[in-house]
């Protein structure tokens, strides 16, 4: 992924936003995993 290419057909907020998200998505993901384990963990 070119972020240069994207920031350029986007602009910057945008793109900015977009990381966020992204950062958010991958970060909710862990925890979601790590509630899974922890509910496996108690049975």
């Keep these: 992924m070119d ?3 994207l920031i350029g057909d986007l602009g910057f907020p945008i793109v900015v936003t977009l990381i966020m ?8 993901d862990e925890i979601l995993k790590e509630i899974r384990e922890l ?4 049975e």
């Design 21 to 28: 998200i992204y950062k958010v998505d991958v970060k909710l």
């Design 39 to 42: 509910k496996n963990n108690k």
């Design 3 to 5: 972020i240069t290419k």
